[in-house]
Each structure stands twice: as C-alpha cells, then as structure tokens.
C-alpha cells in the first residue's frame, strides 16, 4: 500500500501558503487508486506462467563430398529447437551496442549477428560465428533477433516514456533492423 504521508500536493492545489506540510492525498484520491491497480496488476502475474517457447530453426550445414571424383560442398539441413529465454545481461548488452551502433549499419548487422550467437549458444555452447554465418540466412537472423528480443523490447518501452516522434520522410523512415 502506498504511504500516503510521503505525498506531495500537485501543482494547482487549493492549500493556504502559510502551511509548510506536505498535504496527504486521501486513501481514495486517483493517484492512488491508479497506483494501487498498477501494482496490483503486476503482482497479478504468474511469473511461473511467463514461459519462452523455443523456437524450431531449419540450420544448414555444409560437408565436402566426392561427386565424380572431385570435392564439392553439400548442404544438409538439421532441425534446431533453441531456448528463446534471454538472459538480462544479454538484453543488457543488446541495448548497449544498439546504443553504440546509432544508424551505422555494419555496426548494427554486428550487433544483431552478436546477440543472436550469444543466446543460441545457450543451447549449442559450441556454436561459433562462422558456422551460424554460413548456418542461418540474413531473414533467419533477423527473425530469430525479432523473437529472442522483442517481447522484452517492448516490456521495457511500455515502462520508458516514448519522446514524439519526428516527421517521416523518405530520408527518416527507419528499417526494422535500426529499430529492435
């Protein structure tokens, strides 16, 4: 329950000047009332119910095989269920070289490659760069940072006031990639 002695009267408010107490709002005043049913709202969830499915990926892996005497490569697809549960400190370092990167797009497509590995290597620890590089297709990365990403994205920007947004143009209009 909130304390209603460490409330503070809001601008406006018809209180005689020589009073120099902060003025307690009612138990039933909105502020409260609304600040109550956000908590109780957050309370409300089952946290043992947020569940992050894994996600079934098709992955490439090439072999060199003999065909009529000479060496070419093959492609052979295997079926991959990675554990879609971002850590904090992966969505932390995803915020940071997202904030690093600004609108350089090599910078962000090395973001993105980075953050990926990082969370499927909590399935595969074996996983390197250059295998899930030649494993995955460009939609197939970006779609896997789309899904590990998103719902935390947007949790934590449903908390973060939003700044108005400027006029688009051709010039302004941002990709999804520039936009986790």
């Given amino acids: 329950m909130i ?11 018809d209180v005689p000047s020589q ?16 600040g109550d049913q956000f908590l109780a709202d ?26 009529a005497g000479k060496q070419v490569p093959r492609r052979t697809v295997r079926h991959v269920s990675i554990d879609a549960m971002v ?18 797009t090599v ?5 993105l490659n980075e953050c990926v590995l990082k969370v499927w290597q909590l399935t595969e620890p074996e996983m390197t760069a250059e295998r899930l590089g030649k494993g995955l297709t460009g939609r197939q990365k970006t779609a896997l940072f789309g ?8 949790a934590r920007q449903a908390s973060t006031p939003v700044p108005p947004a400027a006029p688009t143009t051709p010039s302004t209009v941002l990709s999804p990639l520039t936009n986790p």
Avoid: H
Wanted: net charge negative; aromatic share 8%; hydrophobic share 45%.
């Fill in 19 to 34: 009073s120099p107490q902060p003025v307690a709002l009612t138990p039933s005043s909105p502020e409260i009332d609304a």
């Fill in 3 to 13: 304390d209603p002695n460490q409330l503070t009267l809001k601008a406006g408010a």
């Fill in 42 to 67: 957050a309370l409300a969830v089952n946290l043992d119910e947020i569940i992050q499915e894994p996600i079934a990926v098709a992955f490439s892996e090439w072999e060199m095989v003999e065909v």
């Fill in 87 to 104: 850590p904090s400190e992966i969505y932390d370092l995803m915020v940071l070289r997202r904030q690093q990167a600004g609108n350089d």
């Fill in 147 to 154: 899904r590990f990403f998103q719902d935390e994205y947007r």
């Fill in 107 to 111: 910078k962000l497509l090395a973001m």
